[in-house]
């Protein structure tokens, strides 16, 4: 396959979320996110802050919640539905609902990271 140079502004790729539920076991949920291609620079500045905070050494300007980076990332989805099964169609409002069930964001944001293949590298 040829390499294009100009990329698109987007990509899908599947996301799995692992969330608890009663009786101490968890449930699996798989949907497709949209990420945001990035510039490089920007990848390698959340790399950075990432690196940091594990060491407990990024100051206040150097923190990068989870949440916060999500929303960065996160610009679509298929595969998201309410309790009656019916598609919910990505919006701000649903993101932020969303990031709002505990792990979720942090979830969001490993799934990215296994797409650009970062977790498989060396510090």
Known sequence: ??????????????I?????????????????????RLPQTRINEIIKMARAMERNRASDDEMLED???AREILMGWSGVVDDNAKEIPFSEGALSQMLEIPTVAGQIVKAWFESLDVA???N
């Open 1 to 14: 396959m040829t390499f294009v140079l100009k990329q698109s502004v987007s990509y899908t790729w599947p």
């Open 16 to 36: 799995t979320l692992v969330i608890p539920v009663d009786g101490g076991r968890r449930e699996k949920y798989t949907f497709d996110g949209e990420f945001r």
């Open 67 to 69: 949440q916060d980076a």
């Open 120 to 122: 498989k590298r060396k």
